[in-house]
């Protein structure tokens, strides 16, 4: 029969056996306390065989022997004392009777009849208020790394676009404090994913969560190692990504912590901009009225133009080296050269034999060659001593000419009275083609006549200056490019010259002013054109070959590639001579630059705070579904706690399956790692046991 009680005295137990209990103290002293009756696997409908009955020293009879009242007795070596414990009148499976007398005689203690129930994962639901108190610590660390969180948004706020000059704090920069908060929330935040990921095993392995298949006992040590770090996170992504959305989300949450560090070095950086220096004045030279200029002056800007290969910017007035301005007008000189050949007449030409004079455009002072090679002629050592002017052949020459390119270029009123044309100049020119100095063997080409005119016209400049460096656009227009009114773009006012509004030059209704050539001759006469650019030039071609060439001369020869270019140049060093001679006052300067200093300041990239944010807001919702999950259950706290572990038993199939493989941890998990577990409660504790 099997065992139904167990008593003690004195440390002493007294076991229920079939036939006889038979109760020894070494000291001979009574029984003074019975610990506990028990009654195993009774079937409610069948009451004990045996029940206990006092006696000295103790005992039990046969059902049916003891006294009639049904009753346990219990007695003592000095005095027989009655005492009686009713049985129950029900004996259902797993009951058992507690009863204690005092060691002094006292009365009986009552009865006390239970029914112990197995311990599992789900055996009560535990109040949200007593699962707080076992998470207070993890509970803390949330709140301390909201707060560090909510202190970088508020560093950031309060010093975004400021100069760094307002950061008064020396002992440590603002990225320093940036980047000790960023480190106190990431470590206070993973305090409560570590933690929740590691209490995650528990439910996983629950008899609820695994049901009747199991859980691999390996998820143990790999969900415990996704608590550990970011190495464990990898490896439970790649193997179980799916297994436990809960654990994934975790280990998910682990990895990206670690970039944490480096995006907090994003969030505030320290740049440069540029700030109006009220202090500061910017101006460049533009001319509102032309009224006066030296001759001199002006006949050396026709020579930097001829000879010089480029000409320079007039140079802005920038105190800071950062400068920007408004497009600004002013009156300048614009220039052209056309070849007009085909449009001379005939007359232009007149040959015999090989020689030929050729007269440019009517003027006072006509551009001529006398005696010039004929057009395609060519000239050998037999027929030059037949043509003894030959010794001295002019090929080139320069001179006035007269307002056809004007007229060519759209801008009749240039030939008129009321005109800013400063001068137009006609080049004559025959090419050599072939000069044999051995066999004295020369042959010339198509003759043809360029004119050239230059006139004063508006200009825009768009003008900036950056780190000391000045850029420079200018865009021209004048007659031929401004609306046809009057006179084209030019209103006649008495001796005044006015230039009507050009959009997109910014004029602002100002009236730009050229004083008429009638009031000053001698500013606007062609004398210094035809005086710098006057002259011939000669091949001599007998006994020894040589070009006499003026240097003008030999300057307008060398552009004949890019003649555009050549005008240009000398347009522009005109322009600046006019611009030098007749600057606005500073005073009276209205297209006055803005000067920029730079400034270091304090910059706040808000679209990086984005990371952290998320971090943070997973982190808080893996927390509220931890807490949700233990307080929905049972409470349990167990987290990564190993003394739990070490408590638990584990299923004695298991044991014989790891028998022998106890040298390594990977040879261990390799003989029971794929073992289906599930964790569940005895009247001993919690046992890990193999799901058949």
């Known amino acids: ?45 069948q009451p004990p065989d045996y029940c206990w009955h006092g006696v000295t020293g103790g005992g039990y009879a046969p059902r049916g022997t ?8 219990l007695g003592s070596s000095e005095a027989t004392r009655n005492s009686r414990l009713q049985a129950p009148p029900d004996y259902s499976q797993h009951q058992y009777f507690h009863a204690q007398l005092d060691n002094q005689n006292g009365p009986l203690a009552p009865l006390q009849v239970g029914t112990p129930t ?50 008064t704090f020396e002992i440590l920069s603002i990225n320093s404090i940036i980047a000790g908060l960023t480190t106190t929330m990431k470590g206070a935040l993973m305090v409560p994913i570590a933690d929740s990921i590691s209490q995650a095993k528990w439910s996983w392995f629950s008899s609820s969560a695994s049901g009747t298949t199991g859980r691999p006992l390996r998820h143990l040590d790999r969900i415990d190692q996704v608590s ?7 490896i439970w992504l790649i193997r179980h990504p799916f297994a436990f959305y809960f654990v994934s989300v975790g280990a998910i949450l682990t990895i990206l912590m670690a970039g944490i560090d480096l995006v907090s070095q994003q969030i505030v950086q320290i740049d440069s901009r540029q700030i109006i220096n009220a202090t500061g004045t910017a101006s460049m ?52 050269c056309l070849d007009i050949t085909d449009k001379m007449p005939k007359s232009w030409m007149s040959c015999s034999g090989k020689l030929c004079n050729y007269t440019g455009t009517p003027f006072p002072g006509d551009t001529r060659l006398v005696n010039a090679p004929a057009p395609n002629s060519n000239f050998d050592n037999s027929n030059i001593t037949s043509y003894p002017k030959l010794l001295s052949v002019p090929v080139t020459t320069i ?10 270029l ?31 063997n020369y042959s010339f080409g198509e003759p043809s006549i360029s004119q050239c005119g230059f006139w004063f016209c508006m200009q825009a400049f768009s003008v900036s200056v950056t780190s000391g460096i000045q850029k420079q656009e200018m865009r021209s227009a004048g007659a031929p490019e401004a609306p046809v009114e009057d006179d084209g773009g030019i209103i006649m006012a008495g001796s005044v010259m006015y230039f009507n509004q050009t959009p997109g030059f910014n004029m602002r209704g100002l009236n730009f002013t050229v004083q008429s050539p009638d009031s000053q001759p001698a500013i606007w006469d062609t004398v210094p054109f035809t005086t710098a650019l006057g002259g011939t030039s000669y091949v001599h071609l007998y006994d020894a070959f040589s070009l006499d060439e003026p240097p003008v001369l030999s300057a307008w020869t060398k552009t004949v590639d890019d003649r555009d270019s050549w005008v240009e140049r000398l347009a522009k060093s005109l322009s600046n001579v006019v611009r030098q001679e007749n600057q606005v006052p500073a ?29 943070l807001l997973s982190g808080i919702l893996l927390f509220i579904v931890n807490f949700l999950m233990i307080s929905g259950v049972n409470g349990y706290t167990w987290v990564n706690g190993q003394v739990m572990l070490l408590l638990a038993d584990v299923d004695h199939t298991i044991k014989e399956q790891a028998r022998g493989s106890y040298r390594s941890d990977e040879e261990l998990t390799k003989a029971i790692g794929n073992m289906k577990i599930h964790l569940e409660g005895d009247q001993g504790g919690w046992n890990f046991k193999k799901v058949s």
């Open 1 to 45: 029969m099997a065992n139904h009680g167990t008593a003690t005295s004195n440390g002493i137990p007294f076991e229920n056996h079939d036939q006889e209990l038979i109760s020894e103290d070494s000291r001979g002293s009574r029984i003074s306390r019975v610990s506990s009756i028990s009654f195993d696997s009774l079937e409610a409908s």
């Open 66 to 73: 003891e006294d009639a009242s049904n009753t346990l007795l």
């Open 118 to 167: 197995k311990p599992t994962l789900q055996s009560n639901r535990a109040s949200i208020w007593q699962v707080l108190s076992l998470w207070m610590f993890q509970l803390s660390a949330l709140i301390l790394s909201c707060a560090s969180f909510v202190s970088i948004v508020s560093v950031a706020a309060a010093f975004s676009g400021r100069p760094l000059s307002d950061w």
């Open 228 to 234: 550990r770090g970011i190495w464990g996170s990898l």
């Open 285 to 336: 030279p533009w001319v509102q009225n032309v009224s006066r200029m030296d001759q001199q002056t002006w006949l050396a800007a026709v020579y930097e133009g001829i000879f010089r290969t480029s000409i320079q910017d007039l140079p802005a007035i920038c105190p800071t080296g950062n400068c920007t301005w408004d497009t600004v007008p002013s009156i300048g000189v614009c220039g052209k």
């Open 399 to 408: 001179g006035g000419g007269n307002n056809y390119i004007y007229d060519t």
């Open 410 to 440: 759209g801008m009749p009123q240039f030939s008129s009275g009321l005109s800013v044309a400063l001068g137009t100049f006609d080049v004559i020119n025959i090419p050599l083609t072939q000069n044999d100095i051995v066999y004295k």
């Open 587 to 615: 005073q009276d300067d209205v297209y006055a630059g803005v000067a920029f200093s730079e400034q270091t300041y304090i910059l706040v990239t808000w679209p990086w705070i984005a990371f952290p944010a998320f971090l």
